[in-house]
């Protein structure tokens, strides 16, 4: 089994930023896609960012495109995602996921199948 823990979650003012990482521990996740994604209150999970197994492809919602850059170091944490230029409709909790089919960055949830159990990213207006 893997166990994914976030960190680097908390408040920041509005046009802050922020950098999420994920640790891994278990089986290893390097031949994984990884992923992020956020599910603010009374709202479904919804995704926020990809990278393939090999770091070579990413995807992102629209909504975080040109804001958001996720990475990946195998070596050390498996994968940060960086946030720059935070707004309030960012807020929400930040799942790190492990999985995809072929280690494609997908965005379909679905393909994710191991998650962590979330880190508060609250921006303030």
């Known amino acids: 089994q893997v166990q994914l823990v976030e960190d680097g979650g908390g408040l920041v003012q509005a046009g802050g930023s922020l950098r999420l990482s994920c640790a891994a521990s278990g089986r290893s996740v390097s031949n994984k896609a990884m992923a992020w994604c956020r599910q603010a209150p009374g709202k479904e999970r919804e995704f926020v960012a990809a990278i393939s197994w090999t770091g070579s492809t990413t995807n992102y919602v629209d909504s975080v495109n040109t804001r958001f850059t996720i990475s990946r170091d195998n070596a050390k944490n498996p994968v940060y995602l960086q946030m720059n230029g935070l707004n309030a409709e960012d807020t929400a909790v930040y799942y790190c996921?492990?999985?995809?089919?072929?280690?494609?960055?997908?965005?379909?949830?679905?393909?994710?199948?191991?998650w962590g159990q979330g880190t508060q990213v609250t921006v303030s207006s």
């Open positions: 996921a492990a999985g995809g089919i072929g280690g494609r960055a997908s965005a379909s949830r679905e393909q994710y199948y191991y």
